[in-house]
């Protein structure tokens, strides 16, 4: 069985691999700024998500930075911006352009990722996504992360699962390419219940899916249930099964933009192994070779 890689999917669009630079375009989330709580969801850091952004700078030395950096190890690569930090269409239409334009208009950026929530997104920022998406390539990236109840409440995602379908028919509606996030390993969930989330996922319209290990990092919520003993992270190996599991449910033409993930070295807590990176990588393709489950080139 195959499946789609997002490395696959920008071959096949740009002629080329692509890379991706972290931005933080100053956005805030309602899940912190008081609209509907303070302290974030349970697994989120003070830096919503964008641990690996180039903090403190202006969004253009970001960019440049990022293209620099790109360059220097990877000749010939495309440039993907992607907002990643907190909730990064969380403001008035106006100031939505204000921020976005310039990061359009970078000679460099090929195509844009803006990672957002589904209860931010009201007609008139849709409208201005789909007028830059025909500027040049974007896709929108939503944190569901789980379909159920008792985990959404846990997680303190803030919006009900409603809410994420009307999102996503919204925005297909407008032309726009849409990337779901999940997390594998919540506490609580059966290997049935993530797997209902992903076949979800592949059901409901999503071009793309980023599947995410849950990891722990110090001076979140999450991190005081685990000293707490109150969760335990995934294995290795149950993680890559697991992963297996769920992209065996999944369209073949759905992307899969991440086959997992992991927090800075200095902060993570647990599973220590997602830290290796060449380990976890290594143990994922044994555990899909050993199932017979390939994308169009070698795993890398």
Not at 91 to 110: C, F, G, K, N, S
Not at 111 to 125: G, H, N, S, Y
Request: proline share 5%.
């Amino acid at each position: 069985m195959y499946y789609h890689s997002f490395n696959e999917e920008m071959r096949r669009r740009f002629g080329r691999k692509m890379y991706k630079v972290a931005l933080n375009g100053g956005f805030t989330c309602p899940n912190r700024d008081g609209t509907l709580g303070s302290r974030g969801c349970r697994f989120c850091s003070g830096r919503g998500s964008g641990d690996f952004t180039f903090q403190g700078k202006s969004l253009q030395q970001q960019l440049s930075d990022g293209a620099a950096l790109i360059a220097s190890k990877n000749k010939g690569g495309g440039l993907i911006a992607y907002f990643q930090s907190f909730t990064n269409t969380f403001a008035p239409v106006e100031r939505l352009r204000e921020i976005y334009t310039p990061v359009w208009e970078h000679p460099d950026v090929e195509a844009v990722a803006i990672a957002t929530r589904p209860d931010c997104l009201p007609e008139d920022t849709i409208a201005l996504l789909a007028e830059l998406n025909h500027w040049k390539p974007l896709w929108v990236e939503l944190g569901l992360q789980t379909i159920h109840p008792a985990s959404t409440a846990y997680i303190r995602r803030g919006y009900d699962l409603s809410v994420y379908e009307d999102a996503v028919c919204r925005l297909k509606q407008a032309g726009l390419e849409v990337v779901t996030h999940m997390i594998l390993g919540l506490p609580g969930e059966s290997a049935e219940d993530m797997k209902a989330t992903a076949r979800y996922i592949g059901q409901i319209g999503s071009n793309g899916i980023k599947l995410q290990l849950l990891h722990v990092l110090k001076g979140t919520d999450l991190a005081e249930d685990y000293q707490a003993g109150l969760l335990s992270p995934l294995s290795l190996d149950a993680y890559a099964n697991l992963l297996c599991d769920c992209l065996e449910l999944l369209p073949p033409d759905l992307v899969i933009h991440r086959l997992t993930g992991d927090g800075p070295k200095k902060d993570l807590l647990a599973p220590l192994w997602s830290a290796d990176k060449k380990r976890v990588l290594n143990t994922i393709n044994r555990v899909f070779q050993q199932r017979k489950l390939c994308q169009g080139s070698a795993l890398t």
